[in-house]
Structure formats: C-alpha cells, structure tokens
C-alpha cells in the first residue's frame, strides 16, 4: 500500500520560510518522479515544483521560481520543499504526488500522478 504523508506545514508572516517534506512507503522511490502541487480555496489544484527520480531534472511554476527549491533524498524515501520568501498568495494546501518514471506522462499535470498525500496546510500572513 502506497503512501505519501506530508508534513512542516504551518503557519507564517509574509518574508519568512517553512521547509515542507513527504516521506514515501509502499513503493520503490527511486522509481518515481515527484511533484508539489498547491491548492487554494476555491481553486485548482495548481503544479508548484517536480524533480525527476534522479534528481537530475527539476522545475518550478514561475510564480515561485527563485523562493523554493524542491530536492529529495533517496536513500529516505524522502522528498522536500523548501520555500523562501513566502507571500500571502503562497496560502494553499500542499500536496505531494508519486508518477511512476515509466509512464513517461508529463509530471506538470495532476492526473500524471499515481498517488497523493493527504496534503499539509501552509498559511502565509500579511
């Protein structure tokens, strides 16, 4: 059984930093490209970063290209997200996602995704 838990979520004022992490179990991690992805309140779900299973390939959504740096450590199963310079509209659930290297999908799009966390909250304040 897959799963994905999440954690490092919290609370912050606008400027500050949070480093989020996803610990994987019930599957090779080293075959698995992985994903953050974000969602708002009344919004989509929305791609944040992806690393390749490697680690030799990494990209971020613009709007937070520069203030988060996704890396993971495979050795433990592990996947984190840092994230520098918070603002407001960074509010948003955090979810991390497992697609399998084999389907050669592409990781920006969330049906890409074989499993999922059940998220963390991340609230940036003003």
């Known amino acids: 059984q897959v799963q994905l838990i999440e954690s490092g979520g919290g609370l912050v004022q606008a400027g500050g930093s949070l480093r989020v992490s996803c610990v994987a179990s019930?599957?090779?991690?080293?075959?698995?490209?992985m994903g953050w992805f974000r969602q708002a309140p009344g919004k989509e779900r929305e791609f944040v970063a992806a690393?390749?299973?490697?680690?030799?390939?990494?990209d971020y959504a613009d709007s937070v290209k520069g203030r988060f740096t996704i890396s993971r450590d495979n050795a433990k199963n592990t996947v984190y997200l840092q994230m520098n310079s918070l603002k407001p509209e960074d509010t948003a659930v955090y979810y991390c996602?497992?697609?399998?290297?084999?389907?050669?999908?592409?990781?920006?799009?969330?049906?890409?995704?074989?499993?999922w966390g059940q998220g963390t909250q991340v609230t940036v304040s003003s």
């Open positions: 690393i390749t299973w490697s680690g030799s390939r990494i």
């Open positions: 019930g599957l090779t991690f080293s075959s698995y490209d």
């Open positions: 996602g497992a697609k399998s290297k084999f389907n050669g999908l592409s990781y920006y799009a969330t049906n890409n995704y074989n499993s």
